[in-house]
């Protein structure tokens, strides 16, 4: 798995970092999405698509 963020996109909600925070984080500044592990392990694959999932923004995207 490969994941793809569009961060202009993003609004900052947080989800998912909630749903995968061993792959996402936050910017301080503005909130904004930094994905900490552009090809996860296997075991987070499924916290990825549920990130995916509850982005309000849709910008989070994957590649199998």
């Not at 909130?31 to 499924?46: A, C, K, R």
Request: aromatic share 4%; hydrophobic share 45%.
């Amino acid at each position: 798995m490969k994941i793809k963020v569009d961060a202009t996109k993003c609004i900052g909600a947080g989800l998912c970092v909630v749903a995968a925070p061993e792959v996402f984080s936050q910017n301080e500044d503005d909130g904004l999405v930094i994905v900490l592990q552009e090809s996860p392990p296997p075991h987070l694959h499924e916290a990825c698509r549920e990130a995916a999932r509850l982005c309000p923004a849709l910008v989070i995207s994957f590649d199998e």
